[in-house]
């Protein structure tokens, strides 16, 4: 997603899972969910899909979800902890580098945005799906594109931007960008494919080379 990427064979062709309890059954609702969820839509989908999905009965799911929303705010958690994961993921191949962190996470974005059927950023999906800010889909929501805006302005502080905070924003609009360009324009766009070069020109117009200290004036 978000960057989760369910296969089309899981979606489309997954058999039922067995019945279970506890721990298993709560990972295999969340599966369901996470699969439906993110290729059908949160609002289109019922919780008798999603039990159907994955093998268990509505008694099942409400065990282990008070409501569909509680289901939809674990769903976004996932989502959330998954997306981190890939993006440190990706931080982790240049370390000590932020400039080529950021760069790098671009050219990945570009990358999985091209995948044909791709569905864009989950948490993108959800809220265009609830209007109500307060809703908790759309704190959930808010949380994680908060914790990046929080992690891409580190990595410019780490990158001696030389306004860390606007280049965080500018870098997160981009982001954003790539997403949407994803559902209208199509994966594997122009504008997507355009982007990783883009957030290059960002960086190094606002982050200085190493050493491009200022020399003192000779006279």
Not at 47 to 62: D, F, H, Q
Not at 64 to 80: H, N
Not at 155 to 177: F, V
Request: hydrophobic share 40%.
């Amino acid at each position: 997603m978000a960057d989760l990427e369910p296969t089309a064979s899981a979606r489309r062709t997954g058999k039922p899972r067995t019945q279970t309890a506890g721990a298993r059954a709560h990972e295999h609702l969340l599966d369901a969910a996470g699969e439906l969820f993110y290729w059908e839509g949160v609002r289109a989908v019922g919780i008798e899909a999603v039990v159907e999905r994955a093998g268990l009965n509505k008694m099942s799911l409400y065990r282990q979800f008070s409501s569909k929303d509680d289901l939809v705010v674990a769903y976004l958690k996932r989502c959330d902890d998954r997306f981190f994961e890939r993006f440190e993921s990706n931080l982790a191949k240049y370390p000590g580098e932020p400039v080529k962190q950021l760069i790098h996470y671009f050219e990945d974005l570009s990358q999985r945005a091209s995948v044909p059927h791709y569905r864009g950023c989950p948490f993108v999906n959800v809220a265009a799906e609830f209007p109500d800010a307060s809703h908790p889909a759309r704190l959930a929501v808010a949380d994680n594109k908060s914790k990046l805006i929080a992690r891409l302005t580190t990595l410019a502080t780490e990158a001696q931007a030389t306004n860390p905070a606007a280049l965080a924003n500018a870098l997160a609009l981009l982001i954003e960008g790539v997403y949407a360009a994803s559902q209208t324009y199509g994966p594997g766009c122009g504008p997507i494919l355009a982007a990783p070069h883009t957030a290059k020109l960002l960086i190094e117009a606002m982050c200085p080379a190493p050493g491009a200290a200022a020399r003192p004036d000779e006279t």
